[in-house]
Every structure is written in C-alpha cells, then in structure tokens.
C-alpha cells in the first residue's frame, strides 16, 4: 500500500519567493495533519482537516501560511513571502479517524531552506 | 489543550541494556497514546500505541506502560540494539479532539 506521499522532498529557494509543499494522504483516510519540525521547537502541529474542512489552524505561524485541502485525495500548504525562519522539515500525516482516535501515519517530509 | 513532556531528552545503554522513556500528559480525557520512533533524516514511525483501558501492551522488544492515575506513560526497550538508536515521541491527543501533540523527543544511543 502506498503511504502518505509528500513532495518536492527537498526545496531550496530565496526569501520572499512562495513556497508549496504537496501531500496525497493515504486512500481512505480522512483526517489529514501538516507538522513544522524544527530542532529548536521540535514537532508542532501547523493545522488539521478532517473530511477536507480545516477544523483547526491555530498552529499557524502567521498570515504567511495558508492550507488547503479541495478533495479528499490532496492537500497543499502554501508559504508567501517565504523567509529563512521558516526553514525546517515539513511532514503530512494522515489518519482514519472515527469515533476512537487513530494512529498518524507520517510521509517523509519536505525539507525546505530559504536563504 | 494537552500538555505532554518526556523525559530523558538523551539516554545512552550499551547493546544488550534495556531502555526506558517516560512522558507525562496533563488531560485527564486522553485516552490514547502513541510512541513513534524517527531515524536520522526519515519520517516519525508509529512502533506501539496503547489505549486507556489497558495498563500494558508489548510487542516482541518493546512494550508501554500507563498509568492513568498519575497520568504517565512508560515506554521500554529490551535487548537493545544499534538499529534501536534514533529519537523517540510520546504523543497524547488533545482531549477530544483528532490531534495530536507531542513530547519533545528522545535521542536513544544504543553503545556496541
């Protein structure tokens, strides 16, 4: 079975330019989640939809950041103007979740450097 | 919202020792927990998750324990390994909610 697919898997641009950063979360999953993970603030959890609807982007560093999710099948986060702090590795994780709560299956990441 | 920490945030054994990480979460409601192992440059893996109404689950080496008076869970490592070496998350969810969060992680150095 495929997994969460992620891409690029690396970025390199300059600030100021935009930024997106792809995720198609495993078929069937419906709750879909974007983590920023850093080595000074470890994993933080950026935002998070479930059946396509973000239910809550409180994780959001700033207007800057933007998510969106039009199907089930892909999601996209979008940094504009990017700027060197946002440099870390971006994962999508996805899970099936029902009325008990579900493991988060991770894809492997987006590293992303902004110079 | 939850409130996990983990402790230690490095922890060497030699090959053969055994390992354990615990993690403490502040909501009471949580009811599940999940650890996840991350390789150098690679994805969180899920290795072992356990629910409330269980007190201990193991899976071959790896077991985890909790404790939902005191409000920690315990993750342990036997017959470690050099392919054990990686960094460790404990994650609880935020009462009732989808999400999860997580500790701050775990560097574990398996010593040949």
């Known amino acids: 079975d495929a997994g969460v697919i992620q891409s690029p898997r690396h970025e390199v641009t300059e600030m100021g330019q935009e930024v997106t950063l792809r995720c198609k979360p495993i078929?069937?999953?419906?709750?879909l989640f974007w983590y920023r993970q850093t080595m000074m603030r470890g994993l933080e959890l950026l935002i998070y939809f479930n059946n396509n609807v973000p239910i809550d982007d409180s994780g959001m560093p700033e207007d800057r950041f933007s998510a969106k999710m039009p199907n089930a099948s892909f999601s996209t986060l979008k940094i504009q103007p990017s700027e060197p702090r946002d440099s870390a590795v971006y994962f999508c994780?996805?899970?099936?979740?029902?009325?008990?709560?579900?493991?988060?299956?991770f894809g492997d990441g987006t590293r992303l450097s902004i110079l | 919202g939850e409130n996990v920490e983990q402790h230690p945030s490095t922890l060497s054994v030699q090959e053969g020792d055994s390992a354990v990480i615990k993690c403490t979460y502040s909501d009471s409601a949580s009811n599940y927990f999940p650890w996840y192992k991350q390789e150098l440059g690679k994805r969180p893996q899920l290795i072992i998750d356990i629910r409330s109404n269980v007190g201990e689950k193991k899976d071959q080496r790896i077991a985890v324990t909790l404790n939902k008076t005191a409000k920690h869970f315990s993750l342990h490592i036997t017959e470690t390994q050099p392919e054990d070496s990686a960094v460790y998350f404990c994650a609880a969810p935020s009462g009732s909610a989808r999400q999860l969060t997580f500790g701050s992680g775990t560097q574990l150095t398996v010593l040949p």
């Open positions: 994780a996805s899970s099936l979740s029902g009325t008990l709560q579900a493991p988060q299956h």
């Open positions: 078929s069937g999953h419906n709750s």
